[in-house]
Nanobody, 123 residues
Framework: QVQLVESGGGLVQAGGSLRLSCATTGFDFSGYTLGWFRQAPGKERERVAAISRSSSTIYYTDSVKGRFTISRDNAKNTVYLQMNSLKPEDTAVYYC????????????????WGQGTQVTVSS
């Protein structure tokens, strides 16, 4: 069974850091682009970072560049999102997702999704 399970969310003060992990099972992890998305209440889901199969191509949305780092460990079937210098506007539910083969910008292209982990940044 395909599963993506996020962990590492929580409450942090502005300026602090969190590292999110997404452990996956049930599919060929190394054959998929992995992405991190976030969604705040009443807002559309936003792709914040993505990483290609070999880690040769990496995407960040402008608002997190220089603060967030996406990485993957294909041997462990796990993708990470290191979040530094967190801001209140980073507050959202964060989801990891997997997209087979192609590196795309569209959330609709992603095949598998985790259930999300809450990140709350206080001022």
């Amino acid at each position: 069974q395909v599963q993506l399970v996020e962990s590492g969310g929580g409450l942090v003060q502005a300026g602090g850091s969190l590292r999110l992990s997404c452990a996956t099972t049930g599919f060929d992890f190394s054959g998929y682009t992995l992405g991190w998305f976030r969604q705040a209440p009443g807002k559309e889901r936003e792709r914040v970072a993505a990483i290609s199969r070999s880690s040769s191509t990496i995407y960040y949305t402008d608002s997190v560049k220089g603060r967030f780092t996406i990485s993957r460990d294909n041997a462990k079937n796990t993708v990470y999102l290191q979040m530094n210098s967190l801001k209140p506007e980073d507050t959202a539910v964060y989801y990891c997702a997997a997209n087979y083969f192609h590196f795309t910008t569209s959330a609709t292209a992603y095949d598998y999704w985790g259930q999300g982990t809450q990140v709350t940044v206080s001022s």
